[in-house]
């Protein structure tokens, strides 16, 4: 069994918009099994999180959104993404996809350090809070077939 610790200074509450300092996570195997927050996320937010151009999600991915056009189609499906992983492994997979293959393309959204072509306003940060983590993996794991 893989363990890995994260050690950080603060949490991110979900009223956070989004949070500079990254609060600490074990890994267990390929997920992470804890909240970031303590508290299970919200599946609305994290739909409307995933159709969100600023997370880039649905550059890449394409899903049951009917109304959205202009889906990706250079990472998996996101239908039934919820059948094919637990929230422990959809939480790791939008903490640091890099785990599961160092050439990915996806963005590891829940780190600050190692990370090559990031913006300006997003040096020293992660992309997504806590509490939005916690949210799209709320979402992702109500996608079944």
């Known amino acids: 069994m893989h363990i890995a610790v994260l050690i950080a200074t603060s949490f991110a509450f979900a009223g956070d918009a989004r949070a500079d300092e990254l609060v600490p996570y074990q890994i267990v195997g390929d997920g992470i099994p804890q ?3 303590g508290t299970p996320g919200d599946a609305a937010r994290g739909r ?4 969100a151009r600023t ?7 394409s899903g049951p959104f009917p109304e959205t056009r202009f889906q990706g189609d250079l990472a998996p499906d996101l239908t039934g993404a919820g059948n094919r992983w637990s929230a422990n492994q959809l939480r790791l997979r939008l903490v640091d996809a890099s785990r599961f293959n160092p050439d990915t393309i996806m963005p590891s959204y829940y780190r600050k350090d190692g990370l090559v072509r990031v913006g300006r306003n997003l040096v020293g940060k992660p992309i997504l ?3 939005e983590i916690e949210d799209i993996v709320a979402y ?6």
């Open 55 to 61: 997370t880039t999600c649905i550059l890449c991915h």
């Open 35 to 37: 909240s970031l927050t």
């Open 140 to 145: 992702l794991a109500t996608l079944r077939d």
């Open 48 to 51: 409307t999180l995933v159709l």
């Open 129 to 131: 809070s806590a509490a």
